[in-house]
């Protein structure tokens, strides 16, 4: 029900873009977060957004605040991920992940998960 795209290779200082979109069923009431896995690594939370409310409704996780921007287009069931002046550190598996309520930096709160799509930064 959600799939996660627009992962890839980008040297450290570049950017990309990473969509989720929702099919089956929708989120309107709900939330949903991006988190990250990284080898050997314990899953992290990213940033997440509530579907409905102002735009400024999200929250970061500090090591990509300033960075990473989650917005929403609840006309076609979509979140996005924009990261800039990427690490790489940020060199993980991302995941997308619904819930039907409010955001939650919990990764265990949430129902519904994407596939992942891997992001690689070089140095």
């Known amino acids: 029900q959600l799939q996660a795209c627009g992962g890839g290779l980008v040297q450290a200082g570049g950017s990309l873009r990473l969509s989720c979109a929702a099919s089956?069923?929708?989120?309107?009431?709900?939330?949903m977060g991006w988190f990250r896995q990284a080898p050997g690594k314990e899953r992290e939370f990213v940033a997440a957004v509530n579907w409905s409310g102002s735009g400024s409704n999200s929250a970061y996780a500090d090591s990509v605040k300033g960075r990473f921007t989650i917005s929403r287009d609840n006309t076609k069931n979509t979140a996005f991920l924009q990261m800039n002046s990427l690490k790489p550190e940020d060199t993980a598996v991302y995941y997308c992940a619904a819930r039907l309520a409010g955001h939650s930096t919990n990764w265990e709160r949430y129902n519904y998960w994407g596939q992942g799509t891997l992001v690689t930064v070089s140095s």
């Open positions: 089956g069923r929708t989120f309107s009431s709900g939330s």
